[in-house]
């Protein structure tokens, strides 16, 4: 009997890694990551740019990328070779990602900085307990809708500014319920009709809002 391509967390010893290979989370989101460390109730995930930590409860199982045969690895010194001059240029910092998604989307960049700074503390590899990750703390199944990896800080900020970009037209330009929908979920306002009565929620919209008033009218 052929084994199912997924491999399930029970299978797995404490420490484990595995190259190239699909993470297939609780809620049925998948990403692609170089590979995966489990370290007690935590699961590290590697991308070439190193790794972000989640709780092992996110993850429902791992599945393994068969290589292509037809693919001859180069040597370094030819991959090196052919690496583009943009790939050398320095990476763009976490307001200056900001900024660039807040024109695209034409957003205020002040608006965007805020909920950036709010969500992670412009940290790239931050992962909230609850599995949240990067720049702008996409949820897994968020950032696959949005056809974004969450671990690449560009898509990151650029499908979270979207993401803003979307609620704020859903809600009709209503600045408090666009912003609780992205710190509970759209589900959360449309049940309650406006920001819900949570309070990390009511913390979050009252910080980010004041502190928007505050920035545009010093401006």
Same mark, same amino acid.
């Given at each position: ?8 967390? *029970?299978?797995? +010893? &404490?420490? =484990?890694?595995?190259?190239?290979? !699909? ?8 990403? /692609? ?53 943009? *790939?050398?240029? +320095? &990476?763009? =910092?976490?307001?200056?990602?900001? !900024? ?8 205020? /960049? ?110």
């Amino acid at each position: 009997m052929r084994l199912p391509a997924i491999l399930l967390l *029970a299978a797995f +010893p &404490a420490v =484990s890694a595995m190259a190239a290979e !699909d993470v297939i989370f609780t809620g049925g989101a998948r990403m /692609r990551f170089d590979r995966h460390e489990i370290i007690g109730s935590k699961v590290r995930l590697y991308n070439p740019d190193g790794f972000v930590e989640i709780d092992l409860s996110r993850i429902q199982g791992f599945e393994p990328i068969e290589p292509d045969p037809g693919t001859i690895p180069l040597p370094a010194a030819a991959t090196a070779q052919s690496t583009p001059a943009s *790939a050398s240029q +320095p &990476a763009l =910092s976490p307001q200056q990602l900001a !900024d660039a998604a807040a024109d695209k989307y034409g957003l205020p /960049r002040t608006l965007v900085r805020l909920v950036m700074e709010t969500e992670s503390g412009n940290q790239k590899n931050a992962v909230s307990p609850k599995g949240a990750i990067g720049l702008m703390q996409l949820m897994p199944d968020t950032a696959q809708a949005l056809g974004a990896d969450p671990t690449d800080p560009v898509q990151n900020v650029d499908a979270g500014a979207r993401y803003l970009r979307d609620l704020l037209q859903k809600y009709d330009g209503l600045l408090w319920h666009a912003l609780a929908a992205y710190n509970a979920g759209p589900g959360a306002v449309d049940k309650y009709k406006g920001v819900p009565p949570y309070a990390e929620t009511i913390l979050y919209v009252k910080k980010i809002d004041q502190q928007y008033r505050k920035t545009e009218s010093s401006q």
